[in-house]
């Protein structure tokens, strides 16, 4: 089943302009990790951060958690027509239930 | 070498064919998923194999067949499918599993049933 819902579903901004997505889940996990996919290809792992973090960066991406909230967002800042992709959150529940499951997805267009 | 590579591309197969999909990394990567990932929604876990053991299998129709030959190669053996089965079959493979380590994805291959 599915674990995490992701909002929004579409989102389509210029280029230049930051864009967030968000991702909630349902239960506890081990980690939460974004992906991004291009037009209906392979999947690229952007960033993992574990239930113990709260922030982290990775060049023009800052990934945040919030365990107590249950979920995640996803800032891309001074975005590029290069960005436009599907993005991903997936989640790790822990030992015992060690799958990457992931959410629902966020259509995101950079317009030039 | 950062990549999983799969083959075919591309498929179109009958419903009383059999064909495989083929899967391959060379990063010594010691766990290896597929994946299935029908048009407009996320990947769907089906397999997962660790050490070359099946470790995880999300109730796949025994139509769908997954091997692992050796520690670089995964294979996803293909028999009386259904249109319904048509999709993008996605392989990925982690230094370890998704606790600690975070998963390469191959291209994918798509799939079509007629």
């Known amino acids: 089943s599915q674990q995490g819902e992701e909002d929004p579903q579409a989102l389509s901004i210029q280029e230049g302009e930051n864009a967030t997505m968000n991702c909630s889940y349902k239960?506890?996990?081990?980690?939460l990790q974004w992906y991004r996919q291009n037009s209906g290809r392979g999947l690229v792992h952007l960033i993992l951060?574990?239930?113990?973090?709260r922030e982290k960066h990775s060049g023009r991406l800052r990934v945040t958690l919030d365990t107590s909230k249950k979920s995640s967002s996803l800032l891309i800042t001074a975005s590029r027509a290069a960005d436009t992709a599907s993005y991903f959150c997936?989640?790790?529940?822990?030992?015992?239930?060690?799958?990457?499951?992931f959410g629902t997805g966020t259509r995101l267009t950079i317009i030039p | 070498d950062t990549e999983v590579t799969q083959t075919p591309k591309h498929l179109v197969m009958g419903m009383t064919n059999k064909k495989s999909l083929k899967c391959e990394q060379h990063?010594?990567?010691?766990?290896m998923y597929w994946y299935k990932q029908k048009a407009k929604k996320p990947p769907e876990l089906m397999f997962v194999?660790?050490?070359?053991?099946?470790?995880i299998n999300e109730s796949v129709p025994s139509r769908f067949s997954p091997e692992c030959p050796n520690s670089s190669l995964l294979n996803l053996h293909l028999h009386a499918l259904q249109p319904e089965d048509s999709a993008l079959y996605l392989c990925?493979?982690?230094?370890?599993?998704?606790?600690?380590?975070?998963?390469?994805f191959g291209q994918g291959t798509r799939l079509t049933v007629v």
């Open positions: 990925a493979s982690s230094q370890a599993g998704p606790l600690y380590t975070e998963a390469f």
């Open positions: 239960t506890s996990i081990n980690n």
């Open positions: 951060i574990r239930s113990n973090e």
């Open positions: 997936a989640t790790v529940l822990g030992f015992g239930n060690e799958k990457l499951t």
């Open positions: 990063m010594g990567h010691r766990a």
């Open positions: 194999y660790s050490y070359e053991k099946l470790s």
